[in-house]
């Protein structure tokens, strides 16, 4: 019943900026964590950033500086804001939520479809 749907990727040159979101909709207890993965051709995807309810946020090492996360709660929708973008960001990246369906069940991760970036000249 819960759907997680991305959106915002498409084709830009280096150095220039997109913003994703994603959007989690359905029949949601809580949602906790939320974040954003990456997978480039013939690579294992890897953690992106991740934003906590509140909206502490953690990024690796390789977008820190670059990108930032940000999340509403009121639309249970995660962002990510990625600027002076570079050809090694290219990649699908699919939105994770952490959430639960009913109250006293445990909370488990649930994945977007992937949107694909495209970083080139």
């Known amino acids: 019943q819960v759907q997680l749907v991305e959106s915002g990727g498409g084709l830009v040159q280096p150095g220039g900026s997109l913003r994703l979101s994603c959007a989690a909709s359905g029949s949601i207890f809580s949602i906790y964590n939320m974040g954003w993965y990456r997978q480039a051709p013939g690579k294992q995807r890897e953690l992106v950033a991740t934003?906590?309810?509140?909206?502490?946020?953690n990024y690796a090492d390789s977008v820190k500086g670059r990108f930032t996360s940000s999340r509403d709660n009121a639309k249970n929708t995660v962002y990510l804001q990625m600027n002076s973008l570079k050809p090694e960001d290219t990649a699908v990246y699919y939105c994770?939520?952490?959430?639960?369906?009913?109250?006293?069940?445990?909370?488990?991760?649930?994945w977007g479809q992937g949107t694909q970036v495209t970083v080139s000249s």
């Open positions: 934003v906590a309810y509140g909206g502490t946020t």
């Open positions: 994770k939520a952490v959430l639960s369906l009913r109250v006293g069940v445990s909370a488990r991760d649930y």
